[in-house]
């Protein structure tokens, strides 16, 4: 016999004495052509022969969607209700004279364009220009005639119009926003030497 053959009987012999065990030493299940016993203990429900709600079916088809009608399948979004006709309520105007209006915002004159902190007294001044003027005020001094100076933060003041009473905070102006805020420097007199 040559050797091949003797390989072929061998695991022939192999696979078949593989295919006993499994066979042998496997559990029975309940797939296979077992059959399952009948619960014996079993009752039906006891119901009795329920009748047809026919007003509840008859509800139900005079029931109407009355919300938004929108194709399910388009992107587009449905225009929006209709509004409904609410009634207008008259505004009822007051009797007699108008009060009034509010005064106008307060003014300030003048451009705030800086602080410095004097390191002798450790008190905090103001720089303000007016035209070519410039000014400088620490908190408490009057500006501009009518104006005083209540509070120096770090890039706004906060002054009091001094007629009236009231108060605004003025925002430090930067060289970006209204040119530069400095004197203009004094012209040369030399003559030109062209």
Do not use: C, W
């Not at 009822?92 to 005064?103: I, L, N, S, T, Y």
């Not at 605004?168 to 420097?185: C, E």
Request: aromatic content about 8%; overall charge negative.
């Amino acid at each position: 016999m040559d050797k091949t053959r003797i390989r072929t009987y061998v695991l022939a012999g192999l696979l078949v004495f593989t295919l006993l065990l499994y066979f042998y030493f496997r559990e029975p299940s309940s797939v296979g052509n077992s059959v399952v016993a009948a619960d014996q203990k079993f009752e039906p429900l006891d119901v009795r022969e329920p009748d047809l709600r026919l007003d509840l079916l008859e509800k139900l088809h005079k029931l109407k969607y009355e919300g938004t009608h929108r194709n399910i399948f388009s992107a587009i979004a449905p225009p929006p209700p209709a509004a409904a006709s609410a009634p207008v309520h008259e505004v009822q105007r007051p009797v007699g004279p108008m009060p009034p209006p509010p005064p106008p915002p307060v003014q300030f004159p003048g451009q705030f364009f800086g602080t410095e902190m004097t390191p002798s007294t450790g008190t905090k001044l103001a720089f303000f220009q007016q035209g070519q003027d410039v000014s400088v005020i620490g908190e408490g001094g009057v500006i501009f005639g009518n104006f005083r100076l209540l509070h120096i933060g770090d890039d706004s003041v906060t002054v009091e119009e001094i007629s009236t009473g009231r108060t605004t905070t003025v925002p430090m102006q930067t060289q970006s926003d209204h040119g530069p805020a400095a004197a203009p420097a004094p012209e040369d007199d030399r003559p030109n030497d062209e």
